[in-house]
């Protein structure tokens, strides 16, 4: 499952038709949900996008799941409708820094994004200023890996252009536009994700046995690692319940089946 | 390999050093990525070794600290004084059975730009402390990045004005270059990995062929270079004996036994939380997934398997090289 955060409803527009996404019941964010995308919309500011992110893990369904946010933000001088990857997260004030890795080829240019708390026009730096990156990616950082956590700002005022010009049709036009680079990152997140998803899934037989006898969590766990084990050094035998048939304990179980190894 | 390098991060500290500017001029297309301290980078929680090694970064930090440290007990290879650093962490192979898998968080490389630091600290110990020996393939492989950092081409030449430093170079790599274009050095001893072909093929991502390596050693030995023979770690399976002969047969067809400095067996063994990381990483290795027990807080073979390979080994070996040579080592190394 891949999870997005955008800010503005009308950066969530676009994405939500493209994923034929459906809103999903009337809790604190506007919520919606497809068959492999799910999209909060948050409002603006770290806080916000944070606090998102959790109402979305929360609420959210499947298991691994990648995070993306997607929004505008300005930068000195790149052209308007630029996509950039985050490659370097900037907190407000500088405290904090963090590097999301691409272990994948991006889609677009990457640079780095400086979160502020307000309307930014001086842009100092090379980055994209924006206001939520900063919130969202560590409490990302707090349901998945680094590496399936990405962050995609779309250039939407610099110098020359201010936010003066902006309106909803306008932010949905910019994100509009970078939709193909939208849906190679959800492409590559969906990818690892589900490279996740299959090493850590349960292995054959688990529930099956879990559930006929009574095994303590220490156990279980123990129970666990054993199925796993058995799943790689002996893949054309796979564990059956009727081997187990006999076994008048849990301890037993864990027995034969550590006999096989 | 130069293709796989897209981001570079770069300490603000070293922004400028020599070192980092050759580098970076070597990849002109490669994301440039400024942070205060690599450990920023490098050492955050929730990174994945596995998903990271698909497309590593390299970082460009200086180490601060002591940068040359006294191996742990049972590393060396007959040097009463043993020391080792580290000018790079990780490594551009992939070696399933490798420790740095369960040390690390990150697989990105590390390379700590200012060699002459490590290179002074060196020259301190040798002076204090007379002879020693200093090994260099500890967490990563001492040769296997040099195109890229020219650790050897930097280091060669300071050992060969410090004769009472001993050099160790690890490594599995196949591109000597830096080590043929130059005399040999009598301080200096180029030591190979090898594990037989089969364990090669499932265990050892990206490294060059068993051949390639014999290959390699045998033309360093034939320019005049010191060469060791590390296998370690030894790896069990049902034919090990065969394996093994074999190994040993085709890399003494084509090297000198007589001219072999130095021999070390280790058997396979981690800290039982690197082996956790590794094995959450890699669930579907059969390595990983096999007879393993543990003892004192290292998972290994068990004890009769260990003694099985290494009892077979040494006395295959002793055919070919003398008791002298052999070294039994009980440190996790690659
Ligand atoms: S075992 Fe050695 S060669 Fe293999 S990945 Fe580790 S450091 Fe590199």
Redesign the interface.
């Known amino acids: 499952m891949i999870r997005i955060v955008t800010a503005l409803a009308a950066e969530a527009r676009p994405i939500v038709s493209r994923f034929r996404l459906q809103p999903d019941g009337d809790g604190p964010f506007r919520l919606y949900r497809g068959d492999q995308v799910e999209l909060v919309v948050s409002g603006i500011g770290s806080s916000a996008a944070a606090a998102a992110v959790g109402y979305l893990a929360g609420a959210g369904a499947g298991r691994a799941s990648a995070w993306l946010n997607v929004g505008i933000g300005g930068h000195r001088d790149a052209t308007l409708g630029t996509p950039r990857l985050a490659n370097k997260i900037v907190a407000a004030g500088g405290a904090r820094a963090w590097y999301p890795p691409a272990v994948f080829e991006p889609p677009c240019g990457e640079g780095a994004v400086q979160t502020v708390d307000g309307v930014e026009s001086g842009f100092a730096g090379e980055a994209v200023y924006e206001m939520e990156a900063a919130g969202f990616y560590p409490a990302a950082l707090r349901f998945a890996t680094a590496e399936a956590i990405q962050v995609l700002k779309v250039v939407s005022d610099n110098r020359a252009t201010g936010t003066e010009h902006l309106n909803g049709a306008k932010v949905e036009e910019l994100i509009e536009r970078n939709l193909p680079v939208i849906d190679g990152l959800v492409t590559e997140l969906r990818e690892i994700a589900e490279f996740l998803d299959r090493r850590s899934a349960p292995p054959p037989a688990l529930a099956e046995i879990d559930q006929r006898w009574r095994f303590t969590v220490t156990q279980r766990r123990q129970l666990e690692r054993l199925l796993r084990r058995l799943a790689t050094l002996d893949p054309d035998r796979p564990v059956e319940l009727d081997e187990l048939a006999g076994a008048a304990s849990s301890r037993a179980v864990l027995e034969r089946l550590r006999s096989r190894l | 390999m130069s293709r796989a390098i897209?981001?570079i991060?770069v300490e603000d500290e070293v922004a400028d050093h020599p070192r980092t500017l050759a580098i970076l001029e070597r990849f002109p297309k490669a994301?440039r990525?400024?942070?205060?301290r690599y450990g920023?980078?490098f050492n955050?929680?929730?990174?994945?070794f596995r998903?990271?090694k698909?497309?590593p970064?390299l970082i460009l930090a200086r180490k601060h600290g002591t940068r040359v440290l006294p191996t742990p007990p049972g590393y060396g290879i007959g040097g009463e004084r043993n020391f080792y650093f580290s000018h790079m962490l990780n490594c551009v192979y992939d070696c399933r059975y490798c420790f740095l898998q369960g040390m690390f968080r990150?697989a990105?490389y590390v390379l700590f730009v200012n060699f002459e630091d490590f290179e002074s600290e060196i020259a301190s110990i040798t002076a204090r402390d007379g002879d020693s020996w200093f090994f260099s393939g500890y967490d990563c492989d001492s040769l296997a990045f040099e195109p890229i950092t020219g650790f050897a081409e930097s280091f060669l030449p300071f050992f060969a004005g410090h004769p009472a430093a001993h050099l160790e170079l690890r490594t599995k790599a196949v591109h000597t270059e830096a080590l043929l274009d130059r005399e040999p050095l009598s301080n200096c001893v180029v030591a190979y990995s090898f594990t037989p072909e089969a364990a090669h093929a499932e265990l050892e991502r990206g490294v060059p062929t068993v051949s390639r390596r014999i290959r390699a050693a045998a033309e360093l030995q034939a320019a005049g270079w010191k060469i060791g023979l590390r296998f370690d770690p030894l790896i069990y399976g049902d034919s090990f004996r065969e394996d093994y002969r074999g190994l040993f047969e085709s890399i003494f067809e084509s090297l000198d036994p007589a001219l072999v400095h130095s021999v070390s067996l280790g058997a396979f063994r981690l800290p039982k939380s690197y082996f956790e990381r590794l094995y959450r990483l890699h669930?579907?290795?059969?390595l990983l997934?096999?007879?393993l027990e543990e003892r004192d807080g290292m998972v290994s073979f068990p004890a009769e398997w260990e003694a099985e390979m290494t009892d077979f080994c040494t006395a295959e070996l002793r055919r070919w090289v003398g008791e002298e040579v052999f070294h039994l080592c009980t440190v996790p190394a690659g």
């Open positions: 897209r981001r991060y994301e990525i400024s942070c205060e920023e980078v955050r929680r929730t990174q994945d998903l990271q698909r497309r970064a990150s990105h669930p579907e290795q059969r997934a096999g007879r």
